[in-house]
């Protein structure tokens, strides 16, 4: 469950949200409630910014990737990276949606972008790299 503090904090933002808040505290409130596993909420927060970000759009697409909509999570990958193709966490998210959609080699091409753009190091590579063992572990 949800510690209080959480609890605290999803409040305070329901009722703040009376409010016209910026779109940057509303992309925190919709990443915090994705982060939680409130996938919904997630998403009717992230999708009240009037200028929505590459990084509003690649949580939308991880709140309805996790939400259960892998193909509804696409488009929303794709117009972020439209707006920002180095915006590496997009990449990865795309590779995780492919891995769900058992398309490994789409996975790879995503791992190779986030290489080529941020190194083999970064935390975005590590995450689809493991992503993508896990994956084929369970397969092989």
């Known amino acids: 469950g949800l510690g209080a503090g959480t609890l605290a904090w ?9 409010a016209r808040p910026s779109d940057g505290d509303l992309f925190y409130a919709g990443y915090w409630m994705a982060r939680t596993g409130h996938y919904d909420e997630a998403i009717s927060y992230l999708k009240l910014t009037a200028n929505p970000d590459a990084r509003t759009l690649t949580y939308i697409g ?4 996790k939400s259960g909509d892998v193909d509804g999570a696409f488009a929303y990958y794709r117009k972020a990276l439209a707006l920002d193709p180095d915006f590496v966490v997009a990449r ?30 970064c935390a ?13 572990n369970a397969r092989g």
Request: charged share 25%; aromatic share 4%.
């Open 10 to 18: 999803a409040q305070c933002a329901r009722q703040n949200a009376a």
């Open 62 to 65: 991880f709140a309805t990737r």
């Open 92 to 121: 990865a998210y795309l590779g995780e949606a492919h891995l769900s959609k058992g398309d490994v080699s789409a996975a790879r091409v995503e791992l190779a972008e986030i290489a080529r753009r941020c190194g083999a190091t």
């Open 124 to 136: 975005a590579h590590d995450d689809l790299a493991r992503h993508i063992a896990r994956h084929e």
